[in-house]
Nanobody
Framework: QVRLVESGGDLVQPGGSLRLSCAASGSGFGIQAMGWYRQAPGKRRELVADVRNGGGPNYADSVKGRFAISRDNAKNTVYLQMNSLKPEDTAIYYC?????????WGQGTQVTVSS
């Protein structure tokens, strides 16, 4: 059974930084991609950033230049460094992993950007 556990969400002031982490556990891994999505109240879930095997990072236009995604394949972990946070970044952030063509999701971690 694959399990994704996120951490790092918090309340932060505009202009601040946060680092999200997501660790995948289970057996028989064949991770093809890992990434982060977010969902704000009343809005659809959207891609923030992802990294696919053999490819470079992919970012939503709204976070380019502010966020950075990275993977530690040895630890089956993905990180999201978020800088210059804005109130519109407020959302629940979900970790996603594609394993043998099946998408798995974490439970979500709340990020709130407010003064």
């Amino acid at each position: 059974q694959v399990r994704l556990v996120e951490s790092g969400g918090d309340l932060v002031q505009p202009g601040g930084s946060l680092r999200l982490s997501c660790a995948a556990s289970g057996s028989g891994f064949g991770i093809q991609a890992m990434g982060w999505y977010r969902q704000a109240p009343g809005k659809r879930r959207e891609l923030v950033a992802d990294v696919r095997n053999g490819g470079g990072p992919n970012y939503a236009d709204s976070v380019k230049g502010r966020f950075a995604i990275s993977r530690d394949n040895a630890k089956n972990t993905v990180y999201l460094q978020m800088n210059s946070l804005k109130p519109e970044d407020t959302a629940i952030y979900y970790c996603q992993a594609r394993i043998r063509w099946i998408d798995y999701w974490g439970q979500g971690t709340q990020v709130t950007v407010s003064s």
